[in-house]
C-alpha cells in the first residue's frame, strides 16, 4: 500500500524460461475498476486489465503449501546466484599438462604471493559461509580454503594446493573432482611454465580458463599478464583489456580479476548448453506446480466490486492516471531507431532498437536479433538532450554516460511524446540532468573565456565573459566540441577546435545542485610506465565486444 493507493506487483512465468516482472499503480487501472475497501483489487480484474487477451477461464488458485512457495523461490534464484565457485591451478616452471599441475603438492612464494591477493586463508572446519562443496566437518577436502567477497558476490576458490594430495596417484582425483567440476578455472604459471592450451585438460565442465603469468615474483616490481581462452559457444564478457597489458600486485588487479572471473561462469550461462540445462529444469518446476499443487476453484472476479456497465463510452470516459507508470521499478519499454556515428558524420547508420528502462539500467535490445546493444547502469547517466522538433530525422534523444560517451536514438515525428516519456523516466531513476548548448564567442584577444581539464570539466571560467552569459557554470562538463564527442578527441584535436572553428559550439552536464562535477566511480592502476585509467569493473555489463560500435561508432581497440 502506497499513499492515495495502491501499487500492484505482477510476474508472469512461462516454461521458456522467460519471467516478466511489472508493476502497476492503482491511479493508472480505470476508474470503474477500482476498490472501496482496503481489499483491493482482486486478481481476475488486474489481469483483465493488464493482460485482456489472456483466457483467465484455463487458470486455478495455487495451493497455500510451503512446497509453492519453495518451488517459486528455486525458479528465481537460477538467475541470481550470487555463489561462486573458482578452480585455481597451480602451473610450475617447466610445466604445462594437466596432470603436472594436479601432482603440485605444495605451492611456491610466487603461486602464495598471488593467492595472498586474491583471498583469505579460511579454516574449512566449522566454516558457515559458502563453502562450494568442501568438507567444513571431517577435513576431507583439506583443512583450509581460499575465500573472498567481491560486490554482491561470495566466491570460494578450488585451490589444486590446498585440496587433498594423494601419494602414488596421479590422477589426483580428490582434486579434479572440485576443480575438473568448476566452470571457470585460473591458471596460475610460474616464470618459466610452458605454454598452456586447454586442449591438455580433460573435463567437459571446465568451459573459460583465464592465464595469469607473473613477473618478477615477490619484488616490489611484481606484475602479471593475463590471457583468456574459452569456449566456443561462450559469448566475450568483460571487462575487456588491451593487448600486452602488464597489471602491477595492487587491489584493482584484484578487482579486475575477480570481475573476470564472475562475469565468465555469467556468460557461460548464456551459452546453449547451460541455456537449455536450465530451461529443463525450469520447465519440471513449472509442471510439478501445475499438475501437483493447483487447486480446483478458478480466478473469479470478487462480487463485492463490480464493474460499471458503462456501454460504447467507457473507454472515452474513464482512463487511467497518464504517466503514473513511470514510477515503476521495473523497466519501461519504446520502439526506437539506435543512431551511429558521430553527429553530422555521413553514412549514418540507424538501427530498429527497444529501449529500455528500469530504475537500475538503460538497456538497448535489437528488435530484430534481441541481441543486447547497449547496456549501462543509471548510477552512470550523467545527462541527455531532447530534440522534439527537428526539420529532419524525426525527435531525437542523447544519452551522456560514463566520461561523456553518448548513444543516440530517435522515434517517428507522431511520436514525440515518447522522448518525452524517456526523459521524464531518466530524471526519476538517475542522477543526470538536461544537458546545455552553449556557443561562446572569443573575446578581444581570441581566448573563449575558460578552461577545462582532460576530462572535460570547466575549472577556470573568466566573469562576466560570453560563456558564462550562456549558462556555463564551474564543474560543468564539456561533453562534446563543435559536434564531436569530446571523449574521442585527443589533446592536440581539442586545443586545434577551440582556437581554429569558425565558431565554438559546446554540449555541456551542468553540475549538480551542489555545485559538483557529475562524475562516475574510476580506478587508477599504474603498469608499464605510464598511468591508464580502467573503469570499474561491472558485472554483468557491456558483455558484447561490439557494443559501442553499434552505439555511437566508436569501438575500443581492446581483446580478451
Known sequence: ??????????????????????????????????????????????????????????LRLASNSPKVRDTLLKLDEQGLNFQRKVGVMYCRAGQSSEEDMYNNESSGPAFEEFLDLLGERVRLKGWEKYRAQLDNKTDSTGTHSLYTRYQDYEIMFHVSTMLPYTANNTQQLLRKRHIGNDIVTIVFQEPGALPFTPKSIRSHFQHVFIIVQVHEPC???TYYRVAVTRSKDIPLFGPLFPKGARFPRSPAFRDFLLAKAVNAENAAEKSEKFRSMATRTRQEYLKDLAENYVTTTPIDSSTKFPLLSL????????????????????????AVMVCSGEEGEAGEHRLPCLLGVSAESVVLIERCTRRVVFNCSCRDVIGWKAVIETKEGGPCLDIFYERGESVSISVMESQAEDIREVVQRLELV?????????????????QPGFLMNEEGFVTELQRFCYA?????????????????????????????????AHKIHITVIPPDENGKPRRWVRLQIEGGGRERTLTRPRLGQRTQGETRQVAHGYKASCRE
Open 219 to 221: 619484488t616490489d616490481n
Open 430 to 446: 538517475t542522477r543526470g540532468c538536461e544537458a546545455l548548448e552553449v556557443t561562446p564567442l572569443r573575446d578581444g584577444v581570441g
Open 311 to 334: 456501454g460504447g463510452k467507457r473507454k472515452d470516459k474513464l482512463k487511467g492516471a497518464k504517466g503514473a507508470e513511470l514510477h515503476s521499478a521495473g523497466a519501461l519499454v519504446w
Open 468 to 500: 558564462e552569459s550562456g549558462g556555463l557554470q564551474l564543474w560543468a562538463r564539456v561533453v562534446r566540441l563543435c559536434g564531436h564527442s569530446l571523449v574521442h578527441l585527443s589533446p592536440e584535436e581539442r586545443t586545434r577546435l577551440l582556437r581554429t
Open 1 to 58: 500500500m502506497r499513499e492515495g493507493g495502491y501499487n500492484y506487483r505482477i510476474i508472469f512465468r512461462t516454461t521458456e524460461m522467460k519471467t516478466l516482472r511489472g508493476s502497476i499503480l492503482e491511479e493508472s487501472v480505470p476508474s470503474a475498476a477500482r476498490h472501496t475497501t482496503p481489499r483491493g483489487l482482486s486478481p481476475k480484474r488486474l489481469l483483465e486489465f493488464i493482460m485482456p487477451e489472456l483466457n483467465l477461464h484455463c
